[in-house]
């Protein structure tokens, strides 16, 4: 199988459905890097929590890049899947953003089966930090079980398979409108807890407008179907 030739060509077809997906990664991977490397960052004092931070914060990168290579190479369901990572590293950095007691915790936490903190409860406090209602939170987690059923093969998600689309371009549209909207879930908490002053101001700008473009980069199924389709 000469998968280079395969993904190069599946690119080549869905391009021109994937140019504004593809302009918002770029941009949020630069929004990334624009914290990441911050001087109120790189140069603050070390501290367990600080030092922890960053280091999800450069996971954080890695994943999303991930999310942005299996969608753009046509590995659509693989793409949702690394979503779904992506979710919960995403909020589990924007819970231990300046939070000492949250740190402790995951350096102390021994479960080999599951992180230190309910997913649904970490949605809850960040959308609180974010602004958001109970609605915009609902429909953040609504998000994550819905990556969640490609991660765990459930039926019900691969039977997307017999709709009249590609599925893998409706999932790479999907992954990254969501991966979008992660990674700046969790580097926007980071700038909003770390930077001060005007910095903060305009990643907070930056960061918003962002998030404006992710949600309406979602896709829509009928968008996505044949003219032609019964």
Same mark, same amino acid.
């Given at each position: ?16 459905? &994937? ?110 930090? &974010? ?57 926007? &908490? ?41």
């Amino acid at each position: 199988m000469d998968w280079t030739r395969w993904e190069h060509n599946w690119y080549e077809q869905s391009s021109e459905q &994937l140019r504004d997906h593809v302009s918002l990664a770029i941009e949020v991977h630069d929004f990334v890097e624009l914290v990441a490397k911050h001087d109120q960052i790189v140069n603050s004092k070390r501290t367990q929590t600080r030092d922890l931070e960053r280091g999800l914060m450069r996971r954080l990168g890695e994943e999303y890049r991930s999310v942005d290579l299996l969608a753009t190479n046509g590995h659509g369901f693989q793409a949702m899947s690394s979503c779904a990572n992506l979710f919960e590293l995403a909020h589990t950095l924007g819970y231990i953003v300046n939070n000492d007691d949250a740190a402790a915790e995951w350096f102390a936490s021994d479960n080999r089966k599951r992180g230190p903190w309910d997913v649904r409860a970490l949605v809850n406090r960040n959308g609180q930090n &974010l602004g958001r209602d109970k609605a915009r939170c609902d429909e953040e987690y609504g998000r994550y079980r819905f990556a969640c059923g490609f991660k765990h093969h459930n039926p019900l998600f691969t039977r997307i398979l017999n709709l009249p689309i590609d599925p893998d371009l409706y999932c790479a549209q999907f992954a990254l409108a969501e991966g979008a909207n992660l990674a700046l879930v969790g580097v926007g &908490l980071v700038a909003l807890f770390r930077l001060d002053g005007e910095h903060c101001s305009t990643a907070l700008q930056l960061a918003n407008n962002l998030f404006d473009r992710a949600a309406k980069a979602f896709p829509q199924i009928n968008k996505l179907c044949p003219e032609d389709a019964s």
